[in-house]
């Protein structure tokens, strides 16, 4: 097989793929009473995925994508407030919104180590986080914004209590986008970005425009994330302020490391892997959860997180790592 | 205002304390330590459990504290941290966020989620005035210039280990360039396990000096976390009087901040870090010439 047949067989559409999706789209009829559980696993799926383009495909280490989620969050539940109740344009709105803020952010991220990247990032979100806090009679301040209600979905689709119309709103909408990342990534452009990750000094050297992809990556995942804010504000018509919190950036972080970084499908593996768990933890121990959470982070950071989404490497295999 | 200032001062010497350690291990073995504000709890917490429970005197609480959170540090230094340190960054955040889960969920399990409070000695509860009656009003706490008594002579103890003691070139060395240093015969790893036993140790201090005036809960270390980082990110880690300036500036701010816009909350000081990092992306108060 020559060179680029490889990479365009590469990027096909493979059958396991297909029925995925098929499966994702099913899921919320196979199982209604879930259905504000599958809505909520595709949601956060599409925030761990837009992590995954800057921390996977770009290496930014980032504790503060939280503030694009929020920033979507808070600026769909207020288009569809005082604007218009109309789901599509208020996602719209939140995408447009965590770009804009995505854009200015990616100037923040450019120089400096890991260290510097961590505590600006998390130092913006902490930002939003007072600024919406301070903006109480906007924003609802520590109580949330409440009494966010949306016009039926393409002016047909009911939200209903069972949230299965939000199930498939917000599986849709992650399936749409996921096709985009999924065509960015194994684009010549996604091919520049992982050189730029693996060694930025020799990706200058053969003439890629390092600044410039690191902000257009930025702001991209910074879009998706707002996106995911949407969602997560119009399929529960709330939005409150610990959509801002550093436990978020935390958690996504996590679900993505689960899944396995620089792999789309990890994003939303990782996602669904951390419900499950969270509901079956918490179910035990609803106060000390986070307890097993970090347990279980130890002990895969110990082992080597590449080694999860590979169950054939769990055994043998830590004969090369000794070497 | 000169209140304030004095404030704001005594808080920054008590941050500085808690994250001189996180400092060093930093530029020393180039690792992200979130859990280092899980080792400023455990000091806290012994401090109050001794004083409150047992009747030990403050004063013995200290050193105890002290001692105690460093045996702990190079327990953990030598078991858990150090497969970590030739890992990428991301690992080793995760890696100390599930430590410091997990600190954040043991003792919400033995102490309880409630805040601790913590009685102090009578002869520390007091309050001084001075310049009453003129625009430069300085009121203060007794307990919090003890606490800048403590860091500062803490600090110009440092700064002497550091500066003329063979420990200290050494150290100054491997922060450096540690393949050097050990290639000097220098032994790297020895240093990094003492530097971060006292490091911890220091945090435990802090964090048993710092219940009274920040509060003691289990969520702490995730509460001063930011606080940590941001003494390290905008000293820079290549000296102590990089952090210890920034963590001045911090307390400061903090301080004035609180006191002057309440509702800003902390906007004022994150927004000041990103200023600063995007200005000095190494810091501060960072030397050319260091790796």
Redesign the interface.
Known sequence: MDARSSLLHARRFKAAEWAFWCLAFAAPALLPSHALMLNEMAIVALFAVSLDLI?GYSGI?S?GHAAFLGLGAYSAALFAKFILPDPLLGLCVGVGASLVLGYLCS??IM??????R???T???A??LL??A??FGDITGGSDGLQGVVMAPLFGRFEFDLMGQVAAWYSIGVLFVLFVLMRRLVHSPLGASLMAVRDNALRARAIGIHVNGRLSLIYTLAAGVAGAAGALLAQTTGFASLDVFA?DRS?DV??ML?MGG?GWLYGGVVGAVLFKLMYDVIANITP?????W??????V???VG?ERLVRPWTWFGASRKEQA | MLTILFDGVAYGMLLFILAVGLSVTMGLMNFINLAHGAFAMLGGYLTVVLSQRYGVPFLLCLPVSFLVTALVGAVCERTLYRPMYGKAHLDQVLFTIGLAFMAVAVTDYWMGSQQQIMQLPDWLRGRTELFEDTPWRLGMGHYRLFIIAVCGLLTLALQYVLSATRFGSQLRASVDDARVAAGLGIRVNLVFAVTFAVGSGLAGLGGALGAEVLGLDPTFPFKFMVYFLIVVAVGGTSSITGPLLAALLLGVADVAGKYFVPKLGAFIVYSLMIAILIWRPHGLFTRQGGK
């Open positions: 921390l280490v504790l100037f923040s120089r400096g180590s890991d260290l510097t961590l505590m600006v998390l130092g913006t902490l930002i007072e600024l806090n301070k550093m935390a972080m996590l490391v970084v106060q000390y959860w986070t307890f959470i970090g347990l279980f982070l130890v895969l950071m110990r997180r």
